[in-house]
C-alpha cells in the first residue's frame, strides 16, 4: 500500500508543479503584454505630440516625416 500511495502523491506534486509551471509562464507573458502596450503607448503619443508640433510651426517637411514615422509604426501594429 505505500507504494500506491507514494505513486499517486508523486502524481499529485507532479501535477501542481506543473500547473504551478503553466501559471508562472502565464504571468510573465502577461507581464510582458503589458509592458509592450505601455512602451507602444508612450511611442505613439510621443510621435503624436511631435506631429502636432510640426503642425503648429506649419514645418510641412517635418509633419510628413512624422506622418511616415506614424503611419510605418500603426502598420506594425496592425499586421
Given at each position: 500500500?505505500?507504494?500506491?500511495?507514494?505513486?499517486?502523491e508523486?502524481?499529485?506534486?507532479?501535477?501542481?508543479?506543473?500547473?504551478?509551471?503553466?501559471?508562472?509562464?502565464?504571468?510573465?507573458?502577461?507581464?510582458?503584454?503589458?509592458?509592450?502596450?505601455?512602451?507602444?503607448?508612450?511611442?505613439?503619443?510621443?510621435?503624436?505630440?511631435l506631429?502636432?508640433?510640426?503642425?503648429?510651426?506649419?514645418?510641412?517637411?517635418?509633419?510628413?516625416?512624422?506622418?511616415?514615422?506614424?503611419?510605418?509604426?500603426?502598420?506594425?501594429?496592425?499586421?
Amino acid at each position: 500500500m505505500r507504494n500506491e500511495s507514494s505513486y499517486k502523491e508523486n502524481m499529485k506534486k507532479s501535477a501542481m508543479e506543473k500547473q504551478r509551471k503553466d501559471n508562472a509562464f502565464m504571468l510573465d507573458l502577461f507581464s510582458q503584454m503589458v509592458i509592450d502596450e505601455s512602451i507602444l503607448k508612450s511611442k505613439r503619443e510621443k510621435l503624436l505630440d511631435l506631429i502636432d508640433d510640426a503642425l503648429d510651426k506649419r514645418d510641412e517637411k517635418k509633419f510628413y516625416s512624422l506622418s511616415q514615422q506614424y503611419k510605418e509604426m500603426m502598420k506594425q501594429i496592425y499586421k
